[in-house]
């Protein structure tokens, strides 16, 4: 009798839903197996070389790198976090917008913009000396170094702590900051002894999305000559062409990146923050004094400046210059390119991301989905460049299994046909950014809750049909915007396109990579000005998707 009740209750949970939650969280997790199976294989005769004159400098430069980024990222975007969640003064809820832009530009090419922009033959410094007759010092110009790429990094990626932040300070911290204006607390007292404190799951949380950025970028310390981990990989790689050490290399990255995201993890659990009441009353903002109204204008405006709006006017008289060249049946064919991998994949990804998240919910958070879910989370924290090498041992051994398949067909027995095709980049894609599209899906689904969908299935209607006639018209705004956070994601990536990319397939990211190595930094503003275009646009309905729902 037990095992006629396991076997009924196994069929109850096995459906179609689940076995395809389980394919995506298999998906998800093998590339990581190759990759971690990596440290265990024999090394050969460069890791010596490789162990003694390069790991040491990445790790430190890595290391650095992340620390100062996170320092400076924290500062700025928990800052204005308080400013705006706390404060009203004139323009507020325009700047509120504005430091949510920075996201919309990909460091890297924030890197080729203020790289050229105070070079010597840059703009800035051509100005000084032509109209205001002043010869600056080089050393205040030179961005090419290890504080330029934090100065960078922290200026365009400080958006994912600000966000996050502000949100919790609106909310979840209200009552507490009120409690204390009533008491007749001061501001820096109620910042420093309430809000930080009770902001810190938060704000790690953002840093770990700013750690996480840092650790995945290879643009920017490519081009500034910084000897980071991921560029590390890529000389591996593509300098010694040796892909079992890149891969060493990449298991010893990855294995660093677990011990990062468990720790996250842990600091958050023990940093949680319950209100004493359910009913969550926004955060009352205050008037600033005039002095105070002029110095939030001045160093909110000076922030919109240099994470936005210099380098947006730059480019666009780069672009003047130089559209003529670019724009071409070339260049059509580069947004034919990056439209086809970004829409085929997004179209998986968020299948996937659907399909995990009604799992996940319907039953009831239980081991099994808890344990897709994570899967499927920790392909975003993984570098690109780390993926890549996890996604090309897969798909080399899927290419040496079918062999005979292959030589059936006339390929011959040693041809590679997955791994020098599309499949492989937009399976790349998909594990990478499915974590992405999931959040925002399993956001909808919480918000609505599940008394619509359990009223459907008492009711004898199916889960597939209830989904579609119940589920689906509720969440299909947190769909757009996990469709909309995506295709921003995969436009700006290039690490993993670069590895993973067909011969002679390029994309926009690539493209404006290419033309900036290749000392052509004005040709390079027009895809990047495509890759803005799209990020600013999608920024924006993300937005107002979200002053929708707060309303």
Known sequence: MMASISLRNLKRILNG?????????????????????????KPNENWQQIKEYMLFESVVQSLYLVVGTVFFSVIIGVSLAWL??????????FFHFAFLLPLAIPPYIAAYTYGSMLSYTGSVQVFMRNTLGVTPNQAYFDILS????????????????????KTFMEKQSAAFIENARLLGKGQLHIFFRIVLPLSQAAIIGGASLVAFEVLNDFGVTKHFGIASFTATIFKTWFGMYDVDSALRL????????????????????RRRYHSATSKLNPLKRRKLSYLGTAAAIFVSTVIFALSFAIPVVQLLVWAKWTYQDVLNSKFAQLVSNTLLVSIVAITVLMLLAVIVANVSRSLNRSLLSLAATKLILMGYSIPGAVLSIGVLALFISLDHQLSGVY?????????????????MLIFAYVIRFLGVGFNAVEAGFDKIGNRYS?????????????????????????????????FMEIMKELPLTLLLR????????T?????????????????????????TATVFVYHWLGEKKSR
């Open 502 to 509: 067909p011969f002679n397939f390029e994309t926009l990211a």
């Open 454 to 486: 359990e009223a459907s299935r008492t009711l004898g209607i199916g889960m597939t049909a209830t989904f579609f006639k119940v589920d689906l018209p509720l969440i299909k705004g947190s769909i757009l915007a996990g469709f909309l956070l995506t």
């Open 17 to 41: 839903w689940v076995i395809l939650s389980v394919i995506g969280a298999i998906m998800a997790l093998i590339p990581s197996l190759y990759i971690f199976f990596g440290l265990f294989d």
């Open 407 to 423: 030589s059936w067909l006339g390929f011959g027995s040693s041809k590679l046909v997955l791994s020098m095709s599309l499949v």
């Open 511 to 535: 493209k404006a990579y290419q033309y900036a190595s290749d000392e052509q930094i004005h040709q390079a503003s027009v895809p990047s000005l495509f890759i803005i275009t799209v990020g």
């Open 84 to 93: 705006v969640a706390a404060y009203d003064f004139p323009m507020r809820k």
């Open 250 to 269: 990449s298991a010893l990255l990855m294995s660093a990146i677990i011990g990062l995201f468990i720790m996250e993890r842990l600091l958050r659990r």
């Open 146 to 165: 290890m504080k330029g790429a934090i100065f960078i990094f922290s200026m365009f990626l400080f958006p994912y702590i600000y966000l996050m932040t």
